[in-house]
């Protein structure tokens, strides 16, 4: 597997996202230039998903392949990237893995190399976790409550931890085994537990790793109304 992968894309579903978008490319640029990931091409991937505010402009601005969409749909919109992405770079076949993040969430600079590592060791997919980011809507209690709702299942030490979280935010697979998939399917929410449950039952080798964490928005006022913001929202009133 030393070879693989030979590409990479990265898949940003964003929903009136200007305000926090540059900072996740910009994130990501650094984490294309890291030096275990530098060898490979890697392409950002914004699908402007029913926007009225400034995405495009500030995807265009960065850089990005932009597919403007109009579906009000994350699945829909995350599986428009992957196949934007499949077609820019056919040339690479199964060589190509897809990354996502989500359009309010910065990744570490070693976010693509962490993923690319574990692919040349034969994982297929990878399914990271995510940090809580300070904003001014967030409590300190909502914020505590998440943590510990969390972090339930995390054994104590130092060791590994194969979590039980899927996140669209921090996920990566390889391009064959997405499709043999299915890819992400239509649903409002939810499509990425749904495309690693049917990588699952493919009996897909999966890494569930916490050694890696994307910091995401704290933000209460969700995008979707099943969405992570949505969760955080309940939280504050449990």
């Known amino acids: 597997m030393s070879g693989f992968p030979t590409a990479c894309a990265v898949i940003v579903p964003a929903h009136d996202e200007a305000a926090t978008l540059s900072a996740t490319l910009h994130s990501v640029r650094a ?8 060898a490979v091409p890697v392409l950002s991937v914004v699908v402007a998903d029913a926007c009225t505010d400034g995405t495009v402009a500030v995807a265009e601005a960065a850089g990005a392949l932009v597919v403007r969409e109009s579906f009000h749909n994350v699945g829909r919109a995350r599986a428009s990237g992957a196949q934007a992405a499949l077609r820019r770079l056919a040339a690479y076949g199964d060589g190509l893995w897809l990354a996502t993040t989500d359009a309010d969430t910065v990744v570490p600079p070693r ?31 909502t914020a505590a409550r998440h943590d510990a709702h969390y972090f339930a299942q995390r054994p104590p030490g130092p060791g590994a931890w194969h979590h039980p979280h899927v996140h669209g935010a921090n996920l990566g697979v390889a391009a064959g085994p997405y499709r043999a998939a299915g890819g ?15 990588l699952e039952r493919a009996g897909r080798r999966i890494l569930r790793t916490d050694a890696c964490p994307v910091l995401t928005s704290g933000r209460v006022d969700s995008r979707a109304p099943h969405g992570f913001g949505a969760f955080l929202t309940s939280l504050a009133h449990t």
């Open 31 to 38: 984490a294309a230039r890291h030096p275990e990931a530098a």
């Open 111 to 141: 976010w693509l190399a962490h993923q690319l590592r574990h692919a040349r060791q034969g994982w297929e997919c990878v399914v990271g976790t995510v940090r809580l980011a300070p904003h001014p809507l967030l409590s300190a209690t």
């Open 184 to 198: 992400f399917p239509p649903l409002a929410h939810s499509e990425d537990r749904a495309l690693v449950g049917a």
